[in-house]
């Protein structure tokens, strides 16, 4: 077997033929001796002539054959349980690894199926309500239903990634994602696959349970199964083992743990601004004014040192809309999604500073909350400023230079703007690093320091500003038994594929 590199122009689609005839090039054979060739990369190169740079996997006669991803999901009606807190991607595919182990996942998910909850989304942005346990975090699939759906993931050292990304593409999503460097699914496209897993899950025997927000854990004495799961309205669930999924926004789940004296520790994580551009000017700085019709819209990654901390760019959304992704009624947390075309006309992303503990002095008292209390505190600011979900917003160069904006240019973000002086509602140490910051990123890249962007407050939920510590070895909560933290909630993943390999390790850690 030889991977191999090659190119072609960005309108060509390589046949059958010329891909054997580089692969027998490049294996230094005859075309008759490749018995297969695959593409398992695929990226744009926009630096020259527009060219997809691809890599190819070639297979000689007498080769080994490549992995097959081939997932077997035994019947689990009657095997023994395991409950998972959460129905997001880390809680979906530990269930799913479950099932192929023989193991029967119960998934106890405080909001909605997919369908009810899309509902819920809509009420945010027109009538300015939050549901409490239905919204853009709570809810079928989690925080990543409606979403992006970006899979570019760094975590490779977790697991195998294109073992999530093929399951993906079993329960629906497009197969390009398997060849693309960046791919990503899309909010159309993302809540059919949830369905699609959640039916699997299912009908081989694993329970689904909505409306099942779990407000106690009880480590049980005796012979019998070591976890009690209490849900709201007094439901209760049993098993020896629980995987506890349940996302960054879950505060109450810390303060369950908290009020239990069960360890918990402060996280580090990242707090900022949204910002969004024309996407044809962002098209036009990236693949220096030659975007056509038919070519991916463009993205970025951005990244500073200001005073010693990383002021970076987080989950770019190209042709994607802003969204109010608060769990709460009295917050503003801005998000950015899309759907799998990418083709709205406004580029958004994250641009956001580091924060650590020492930052924030004022909510020593708040102890291992200290971050989380906040992050919360600085959500609230932009909620006041308007006493809505619209919000503050600041053209870019008025905000570097503290001038209220007279007008501001139009925003996808579906709840409304309203002009402020972001400058003065943000935390001091992080509005100063940003507008140093944004004339900086016009370095890298030209005209993204424009005033035709918008600035946008608050981005804050980037990650889990607690962690809920786990043995390395066994993935076991430090000192109880048969709990498994897991996900981005228990601060050991960040994004949609990294969660998912999470819980696939932590659903190994069970059955092995
Ligand atoms: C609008 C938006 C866009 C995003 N875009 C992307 C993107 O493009 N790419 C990417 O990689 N990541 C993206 N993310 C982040 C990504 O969605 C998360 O990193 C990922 O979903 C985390 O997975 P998880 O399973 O650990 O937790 P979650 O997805 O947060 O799932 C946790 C689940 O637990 C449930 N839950 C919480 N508390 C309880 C309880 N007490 N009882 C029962 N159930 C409970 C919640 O309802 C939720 O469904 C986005 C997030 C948002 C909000």
């Known amino acids: 077997m030889k991977i191999f590199d090659a190119a072609w122009p960005l309108n060509h689609t390589p046949s059958a033929e010329e891909l054997s005839a580089a692969?027998?090039?490049?294996?230094?054979?005859?075309?008759?001796?490749?018995v297969r060739c695959d593409i398992v990369r695929r990226s744009l190169d926009a630096r020259g002539q527009l060219l997809y740079r691809y890599q190819i996997r070639a297979m000689v006669e007498g080769d080994a054959p490549a992995k097959a991803y081939e997932f077997h999901y035994k019947n689990v009606t009657s095997a023994k349980p395991v409950i998972i807190i959460g129905g997001g991607p880390a809680g979906m595919f530990a269930a799913l690894r479950l099932l192929e182990r023989g193991l029967k996942p119960v998934i106890l998910e405080r909001g909605k199926d997919?369908?009810?909850?899309?509902?819920?989304?809509?009420?945010i942005s027109v009538r300015g309500q939050v549901c409490a346990d239905s919204n853009y975090c709570y809810g079928e699939g989690g925080a990543g239903t409606f979403s992006d759906g970006k899979l570019?993931?760094?975590?490779?050292?977790?697991?195998?990634?294109?073992?999530?990304?093929h399951q993906m593409v079993n329960f629906g999503a497009q197969p390009q994602i398997l060849i693309d460097a960046r791919p990503h699914i899309g909010s159309d496209v993302l809540p059919k696959m949830v369905e699609s897993i959640r039916e699997c899950i299912t009908s081989h025997g694993g329970e689904y349970h909505f409306n099942s927000k779990v407000i106690d854990l009880k480590p049980l004495g005796g012979d019998g199964p070591?976890?009690?799961?209490?849900?709201?309205?007094?439901?209760?669930?049993?098993?020896?083992?629980?995987?506890?999924?349940?996302?960054?926004?879950?505060?109450?789940?810390?303060?369950?743990?908290?009020?239990?004296?069960?360890?918990?520790?402060?996280?580090?994580?990242?707090?900022?601004?949204?910002?969004?551009?024309?996407?044809?000017?962002?098209?036009n700085i990236q693949y220096h004014g030659r975007w056509q019709p038919g070519m991916p819209p463009a993205e970025y990654y951005l990244a500073e040192q200001i005073d010693g901390r990383?002021?970076?760019?987080?989950?770019?959304?190209?042709?994607?809309?802003?969204?109010?992704?608060?769990?709460?009624?009295?917050?503003?947390?801005?998000?950015?999604?899309?759907?799998?075309?990418?083709?709205?006309?406004?580029?958004?992303?994250?641009?956001?500073v580091q924060v650590s503990l020492a930052d924030v002095p004022d909510y020593d008292r708040f102890g291992t909350f200290a971050l989380l209390e906040f992050q919360r505190q600085v959500e609230k600011t932009m909620f006041s400023y308007s006493?809505?979900?619209?919000?503050?917003?600041?053209?870019?160069?008025?905000?570097?230079?503290?001038?209220?904006?007279?007008?501001?240019?139009?925003?996808?973000?579906?709840?409304?703007?309203?002009?402020?002086?972001?400058?003065?509602?943000?935390?001091?140490?992080?509005?100063?690093?940003?507008?140093?910051?944004?004339?900086?990123?016009?370095r890298k890249m030209k005209g993204f320091y424009t005033n035709e962007a918008l600035v946008l407050a608050c981005e804050s939920r980037t990650s889990s500003p607690i962690r809920i510590p786990r043995d390395a070895t066994t993935l076991q909560h430090a000192s109880l038994p048969g709990l498994y933290p897991?996900?981005?909630?228990?601060?050991?993943?960040?994004?949609?594929?990294?969660?998912?390999?999470?819980?696939?390790?932590?659903a190994n850690a069970i059955s092995d």
Request: aromatic share 8%; hydrophobic share 40%; charged share 20%.
């Open 226 to 283: 070591r976890w009690e799961a209490v849900c709201e309205g007094g439901l209760t669930f049993k098993a020896d083992n629980v995987i506890l999924a349940s996302g960054h926004s879950a505060s109450d789940i810390y303060s369950l743990f908290d009020a239990k004296g069960w360890q918990l520790e402060p996280k580090d994580f990242a707090l900022g601004v949204r910002v969004e551009h024309p996407q044809s000017l962002i098209n």
């Open 23 to 34: 692969a027998a090039k490049a294996c230094g054979v005859k075309p008759g001796k490749i």
């Open 152 to 165: 570019f993931t760094r975590s490779s050292k977790r697991g195998d990634i294109y073992e999530v990304l």
């Open 387 to 442: 006493n809505s979900l619209k919000a503050p917003a600041q053209r870019m160069v008025d905000f570097c230079r503290g001038k209220q904006s007279a007008g501001l240019p139009a925003s996808s973000y579906t709840a409304g703007i309203t002009a402020a002086p972001l400058t003065e509602l943000l935390p001091q140490f992080v509005s100063e690093r940003l507008r140093r910051a944004f004339p900086l990123f016009d």
């Open 114 to 123: 997919v369908h009810s909850r899309k509902k819920d989304i809509a009420a």
């Open 486 to 506: 897991c996900g981005e909630g228990a601060g050991y993943a960040g994004g949609i594929v990294s969660s998912a390999l999470d819980g696939i390790a932590v």
């Open 310 to 352: 990383g002021v970076f760019s987080f989950c770019m959304c190209p042709g994607g809309i802003l969204v109010p992704s608060s769990t709460e009624s009295d917050g503003i947390v801005l998000n950015g999604m899309s759907n799998s075309l990418r083709n709205g006309p406004r580029a958004n992303a994250g641009i956001v």
